[in-house]
Structures are given as C-alpha cells and as structure tokens.
C-alpha cells in the first residue's frame, strides 16, 4: 500500500526557512515525478515544485529562488527546502507522486498524495 507522509511545517517568520519532508512506502520516488502543492484557505490548491525521475526540476514562479526541491534516493524521501519565506506562502503543504510522464505541474496527473502539513508564516 503506497503512503506519504509529510513532515516538518510549522509556524515562522517571515523572512524565515523551513523544510519540509515527504517519506515514501510502497513507492520509489527515484522511478516516479515528485511533486510539492499547497493550499491556502479559501484557494484552490497549486503547484509549488516538482522533480522527475531523471532529476528534471520545475518551479512555480511565485516560489522560484526561494525554495529548492530535494531527492534523497537512499531514505525515499522528497524534500521542500523554503527560505524567504513570506505570510502568502501559508498554507497545507502536500506531497505527490506521479508515474506518469508530463508536465510535472498538472494536479490531476498526480497519483498519490500524503496528509499534507501545515505552513504559517507570520508577518
């Protein structure tokens, strides 16, 4: 049974970091796209970041050189390291997976999702 588990949100300041983490069971993140989404209260959920199986990284534009996605294929773990962060990036951060090929962007393609955990940026 495939599960992702998210971990690391919490409340920080703006201007602050903070990383979060997905674990993987019954799946391989190195064979699949890993995904980041969010969402906000009263918003639809969007696209944060993604990474493919052969290392290929997008980012949505309201995030790019703030936050970094990561892949550890030892631990099967997708990573959202978050820097600069600011009060509109609040919201439940989740991690999906997907097998298959595409626009890593595209909510519905994903397959699997975790929990979510939540992200407050104070102002």
């Known amino acids: 049974q495939v599960q992702l588990v998210e971990s690391g949100g919490g409340l920080v300041q703006a201007g602050g970091s903070l990383r979060v983490s997905c674990a993987a069971s019954?799946?391989?993140?190195?064979?699949?796209?890993g995904g980041w989404f969010r969402q906000a209260p009263g918003k639809e959920r969007e696209f944060v970041a993604g990474i493919t199986s052969i290392g290929r990284i997008v980012y949505s534009d309201s995030v790019k050189g703030r936050f970094s996605i990561y892949r550890d294929n030892n631990k099967n773990t997708v990573a959202l390291q978050m820097k600069n962060l600011k009060p509109e990036d609040t919201a439940i951060y989740y991690c999906?997976?997907?097998?298959?090929?595409?626009?890593?962007?595209?909510?519905?393609?994903?397959?699997?999702w975790g929990q979510g955990t939540q992200v407050t940026v104070s102002s």
């Open positions: 999906a997976a997907k097998a298959r090929s595409g626009d890593a962007s595209q909510l519905r393609a994903y397959d699997y």
């Open positions: 019954g799946l391989t993140f190195s064979s699949l796209t």
